[in-house]
C-alpha cells in the first residue's frame, strides 16, 4: 500500500472504486483508503504524529481547523465530503481507512528545538525560583536539567525511556501549570488533562 500516490480527479477516482453487484459504490476499507491517498483534496492531508501520538490533518481541506489534531468536527467534515462526493456512507470503514492513511504517512517534527539557538545566558539554574519561588540550590537545579533533557529526549527520539517526573508543589494560582504551558511554547503541546494523559 502506498498512501502518496498521485491525486487523480474526482472522476477518475470514482470510476476506480470497486461497486456492488447493483452497481453502487461499494462501502469498503478499500475504497475509502482509495480515496484519501488519490483525492486532490485528501491526498497527503491526513497523518500520525509521532512526537504527539495523535493523526493530524496537515494541509488545508476547505473547512477552517483551529489546530492540527484530528478531531469529531473534523471526522463529521469528512463524513460529508465522503458521502457528497463519493457515496462513501460507512463511519467505521472510513474511520479504518484513516488510521491505515494516518500510519503510512508518519512525521516526527521536533523542528523548534533544532532552529533554537543558545545565547550563553544561563536559566536553568534559577529558572523555577524567578518563576514559581523555588530554592535556588543544587538539587533544584539538576531536578529541572535533567528534566528539559529528558523532554528534549523524547521529542528527537519519541518512545525513548524517560521515567522521571518534575513534581512542582503549590496551591492554586501559583502558577504550575501555566509554567509547563510556557515551556511547551505551543498550546497544542501542552495539557493539563489528566484523561489525555
Known amino acids: 500500500m502506498n498512501a502518496m500516490q498521485p491525486p487523480q480527479s474526482i ?24 480515496v484519501f491517498q488519490r483525492d486532490p483534496l485528501l491526498s497527503g492531508a491526513i497523518a500520525y504524529n509521532i512526537l504527539t501520538d495523535r493523526k493530524d490533518i496537515i494541509k488545508p481541506i ?10 469529531d468536527t473534523d471526522m463529521k467534515y469528512l ?16 474511520d479504518n481507512a484513516i488510521g491505515i492513511v494516518a500510519n503510512e504517512n508518519k512525521y516526527h517534527h521536533p523542528g523548534l528545538p533544532k532552529c533554537l539557538v543558545w545565547d550563553g545566558t544561563e536559566r536553568i539554574r534559577f529558572c ?3 518563576f514559581l519561588g523555588a530554592d535556588a540550590d543544587d538539587y533544584t537545579y539538576e531536578a529541572l536539567k ?7 529526549s523524547r521529542a ?4 525513548c525511556k524517560f521515567e522521571i517526573m518534575l513534581c512542582l508543589v503549590g496551591g ?3 502558577g504550575k501549570s501555566t509554567f509547563f504551558r510556557l515551556l511547551a511554547v505551543r498550546d497544542e503541546w501542552f495539557s493539563d488533562d489528566l484523561r489525555k494523559l
Open 172 to 174: 492554586q494560582g501559583a
Open 62 to 71: 476547505g473547512f477552517h481547523r483551529e489546530s492540527t489534531a484530528l478531531n
Open 156 to 159: 528527537f527520539q519519541p518512545g
Open 11 to 34: 472522476e477518475e477516482i470514482k470510476a476506480g472504486l470497486e461497486t456492488t453487484e447493483k452497481g453502487g459504490v461499494r462501502q469498503s476499507i478499500r475504497n475509502c483508503l482509495t
Open 79 to 94: 463524513l460529508l465530503y465522503l458521502e457528497e462526493t463519493y457515496g462513501l456512507t460507512n463511519e467505521k470503514k472510513i
Open 146 to 152: 535533567l528534566f528539559l533533557l529528558g523532554a528534549i
Open 128 to 130: 523555577l525560583r524567578h
